[in-house]
């Protein structure tokens, strides 16, 4: 009989919750005051002692955290443990900067791997199950991250990484692969590498996908369900809070429940910084309350969303945050008007189009320019030039409409846009600021 929670944490009344984060909150402002300079310096210059912090509530009174303060801290700055109980390090891929590294002791790879067993609990997992973790491995934390998880509720982990799509195909039908963890958008590549490559949905085992890292749409959710035939489920995490598992989402659906027994969550105004009331869309800000290694103090993660505590069917009681729109730092401010790239995949996948796309931002004069360019589905191929003029001008009416800015809109033949086996890339902005 299949569990309905990893642990009954999961469901604990709202005041056993609330009064277990006032204590391990103390706690950990107490840990980093004395063994992180820089949270002591910090928290001298705004007037705090950790004897100010009792409770969730004496929360707002602290200051922020940035991944600038990261890599201003560059390697091991802000660790809050002597080296010899760190046993294992990560790093993010440092694209847009110098990389971020963040530390484990063996209690907070306890910790991850708690989290994660809970999430692959939540989407239907256990031990019978066949995970297949097509996630990177290495520094980045997806894979290794999924693999522990699984490995703790005892199911039988495929390290499958990422690449070589043909022999993911063979691994996911030869080994049964039962459970799929990957971005969404090589989810997708591999539903449709399934097809090109004519393997039926009947010839493979696969009944779940957990899928995150990257922000993805409903529709995108639905497309991948259908391409491989399973029930998608969203996991988020970041590596400076943890890792894949911070949230997860549940049968229901209705938003990704966050581990408050490890981190508190919060929606704050990107601009002002002011606290926003549940349902308010915002950036979401996490502090943890177990990390011994890296504990972070109310982090910016720069993702937008919103929380509820809104009663889920699951019988689950932690807060869930919905789905990541987009991130601060991701958006795009042209001609004045904020731009997700995410909208523009809604648009896409509302008028049957492959979402598979580029923005290109450029700059004319004083006049921002925007160009989208759109694979056609291979079926359009064929189709006469008029036609294809007359779905980029449907295009183009459904991204204005939606976005409130005109763009242009390219239609390109399939297959063109390169595909990432990791986090997609979706912008190319041009603009010399």
Known sequence: M?????????????????????????????HVYENVSFYRAKFDE??????DIKSVDDLSKLPFTYK??????????????????VVRIHASSGTTGKQTVVGYTQNDLNV?????????????????DFVHVSYGY?????????????????????????????????????????????????????????????????????KCGIFGAEPWTQEMRLRIEALLGIKAYDIYGLSEIMGPGVSYECSAQC?????EDFFIAEIIDPVTGEVLPDGAKGELVFTTISKEALPLIRYRTRDITSLTREKCTCGRTFVRMNKVSGRSDDMLIIRGV?????????????LGMPPHYLLIVNRKGSLDTLEIQVEMDPSMTFDAVR????????????????????????LVSPSTIARSEGKAKRVIDKRVF
Request: aromatic letters at 6%; a negative charge; proline letters at 4%.
């Open 2 to 30: 299949k569990k309905p929670f990893w642990n009954q944490m999961e469901s604990a009344p709202q005041h056993e919750i609330k009064s277990m984060q006032s204590l391990h909150l103390s706690q950990t402002v107490r």
């Open 138 to 206: 290495g520094l980045f934390t997806g894979g290794i991250g999924l693999h522990d998880g699984a490995g703790k509720i005892g199911a039988s982990v495929i390290p499958a990484s990422t690449g070589n799509t043909k022999r993911q195909l063979q691994i996911l039908k030869d080994f049964r692969s039962t459970v799929l963890c990957a971005t969404p958008s090589y989810a997708l590549f591999l539903g449709e590498a399934l097809q090109e490559a004519g393997i039926s949905l009947d010839e493979i085992s696969l």
């Open 387 to 410: 036609l294809i003029e007359e779905k980029e001008e449907t295009i183009r009416h459904a991204v204005e409409s939606t976005l409130g800015i005109a763009a242009k809109i390219t």
């Open 46 to 51: 705004a007037g705090i002692s950790p004897e």
């Open 255 to 259: 938003g990704m429940h966050i581990h």
């Open 112 to 128: 991850w791997s708690e989290c994660v067993a809970r999430a692959l609990t939540a989407a239907g997992a256990d031990s019978r």
């Open 338 to 350: 904020n731009v997700f790239p995410s909208q523009v995949e809604s648009v896409l996948l509302e």
């Open 68 to 85: 600038q303060d990261l890599r201003d801290n560059y390697p091991y700055g802000l660790f809050a443990v002597p080296m010899d109980k």
